[in-house]
């Protein structure tokens, strides 16, 4: 029987919002501590590191063996601080569990929910697995630090968002089919709390497009759902499903670094025709965030795009993925026409 907790799943990190923050971390995280970084960015915010008794480490290969070699031979460090997007924040993570050091975290863009995961996504000869645990004392979200980011970057983590719609109806799509996992059951409750994140971003397309306070508050609200996969002991269902699974499959395809957003959002699109439930939407919340989810946008071609969604159902058996409608589904040329000129449409109205 599907089951139901009927209660509302507690999750997040400590998270504080402000202004000024990245000034104050001399004056409380215990020294020497480590600022895991990316070369980049560096420049941009190490004046507000100025005179603090800190070390800086910037990201380079993120194969566990060499992190862990790397944080063998750290020296003394007594916390570490992640500074960064994606992977830096990742990196921080590794090293805090590695070295059982306190780890505060200052994201300096919302591109993915990396920083609201215990496990960091790292790699195994190439393979990205998710390993080690870290629970933040806190995550400092500045408001000016993030509105002054490339807007492209925030827009990015409203994938980590809308993905909970196809997640969710990939989950029903599966019980209803007889084909759920007996340990992963649907369970409505946490269904409903995911769709709620993504009505929050729905009904604050505006304040996302300008990351003003309120866009940056409602990005950070859904990004922190993803720590209720470990709160739903490890079950994915409620927050992924098609949307990332074509992600998977494209770079698997191309080995291409995708801006996150971009393809998961385009599985969201994808899922969402499948499904044929909530596509206008959907595209109509993305192209207005002003997020540009066409192939051409994330250098790829129409060919590529076509022998990733051809190939989407057997490389999610393959690789064994949950049940989703992509397992299910052979994408004709029909299918493939209809995407493109639902694309065509959504951005010649926001190209006006
Ligand atoms: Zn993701």
């Not at 031979?73 to 921080?92: C, T």
Request: aromatic share 10%; net charge negative; proline share 3%.
């Amino acid at each position: 029987m599907p089951h139901d907790h009927g209660q509302d799943l507690a999750y997040g990190f400590s998270t504080v919002f402000g202004r000024g923050l990245l000034d104050e971390f001399r004056n409380f995280v215990n020294p020497p501590f480590l600022v895991v970084t990316m070369e980049d960015l560096w420049p941009l915010f190490g004046h507000h590191f100025e005179g603090a008794d800190c070390l800086t480490y910037f990201c380079g290969s993120i194969e566990q063996d060499d992190l862990n070699r790397e944080a063998d031979s750290l020296g003394e460090v007594r916390a570490i601080v992640g500074l960064g997007g994606g992977q830096a924040l990742d990196v921080a993570k590794y090293f805090s569990w590695r070295l059982n050091l306190p780890l505060f975290q200052a994201p300096t863009a919302l591109s993915v929910n990396a920083v609201y995961g215990q496990r960091s996504g790292v790699r195994l000869d190439g393979r990205v697995v998710y390993r080690g645990w870290a629970v933040p004392q806190a995550i400092y979200v500045d408001y000016d630090v993030l509105a002054g980011c490339p807007p492209a970057l925030n827009w990015s983590g409203i994938g980590d968002i809308l993905c909970f719609h196809t997640g969710v109806l990939d989950w029903r799509y599966a019980e209803r089919e007889g084909k759920i996992e007996e340990k992963w059951r649907l369970d409505e409750n946490l269904a409903r709390q995911s769709l709620a994140k993504v009505r929050t971003v729905v009904e604050n397309v505006d304040n996302i497009r300008a990351m003003n306070d309120r866009g940056i508050e409602t990005l950070v609200d859904g990004l922190q759902w993803g720590t209720s996969y470990h709160g739903a002991g490890w079950c994915p269902r409620h927050i992924e499903g098609t949307d990332h699974f074509l992600f998977y499959t494209l770079e698997k395809l191309t080995g291409k670094k995708f801006l996150h957003g971009q393809p998961v959002c385009l599985g969201v699109i994808v899922g969402s025709m499948l499904h044929e439930d909530g596509t206008e939407e959907m595209l109509d919340t993305i192209s207005s965030i002003g997020l540009d989810i066409r192939p051409e946008a994330m250098g790829l071609t129409w060919d590529q795009l076509e022998e990733g969604l051809k190939t989407m159902r057997s490389y999610v058996k393959d690789v064994g993925l949950w049940h989703s409608i992509a397992h299910d589904s052979v994408l004709t040329q029909g299918f493939i026409a209809d995407l493109k000129s639902r694309l065509a449409r959504a951005y010649v109205r926001r190209d006006r």
